[in-house]
């Protein structure tokens, strides 16, 4: 798979976890694009081409960072908020007799959707999702990013 567009965990981020798969994945990025590097995919006999994706962006986590760019994504809170209930354990759960931990609170899945609203409310829409970038966003014409 080669892709154009790799989205990964924050550069800066509560959890050392998050900023560690952040630059670990970042210098994959890099690395794949190196024509001396030869590697094979596990179960493949060929040698993979080098590729290195056009853009590396980082979604946005615990800390307010300012986003280079935002993404409308009205159609898509419910699939979002599903997706990071599928780790439920991690999250609130009235029921739960596990300690309490930062994430686990009422206050911090309220603070993803109110997140998403007020970035949403800044560029007019109701919910949007900040993004930052490693190297600058380009576009052709400024009417493309209306």
Same mark, same amino acid.
């Given at each position: 798979? %080669? =892709? ?5 965990? *924050?550069?800066? +981020?509560? @959890?050392?976890? @998050? ?7 970042? /210098?994959?990025?890099?690395?794949? &694009? ?6 094979? *995919?596990? &179960? +493949? ?7 290195? =994706?056009? %853009?590396?962006? @980082? $979604?946005?986590?615990?800390? /307010?960072?300012? !986003? +280079? ?5 009205? &159609?898509?809170?419910? #699939? #979002? ?5 599928? $780790?439920?354990? %991690?999250? $609130?759960? =009235?029921?739960?007799?596990? !300690?309490?931990? =930062? ?6 899945? +309220? ?15 109701? $919910? ?9 966003? &380009? ?8």
């Amino acid at each position: 798979y %080669q =892709p154009d567009i790799v989205l990964c965990n *924050a550069i800066e +981020d509560r @959890h050392i976890d @998050h900023a560690r798969g952040s630059e670990l994945v970042s /210098n994959a990025c890099f690395l794949s &694009g190196l024509v001396k590097i030869d590697t094979m *995919a596990e &179960g +493949d006999d060929q040698w993979q081409q080098a590729w290195r =994706p056009k %853009q590396v962006y @980082h $979604y946005i986590q615990w800390k /307010n960072l300012d !986003p +280079d760019f935002v993404v409308d994504i009205t &159609g898509f809170m419910d #699939k #979002k908020m599903e997706s990071i209930m599928a $780790y439920s354990s %991690q999250f $609130y759960d =009235p029921e739960s007799k596990e !300690p309490s931990t =930062p994430i686990s609170s009422k206050n911090f899945t +309220d603070s993803v959707t109110y997140r998403a609203r007020d970035i949403g409310r800044i560029i007019g829409v109701e $919910y949007a999702e900040g993004f930052t970038a490693e190297r600058f966003v &380009g576009v052709k014409s400024l009417s493309d990013i209306i």
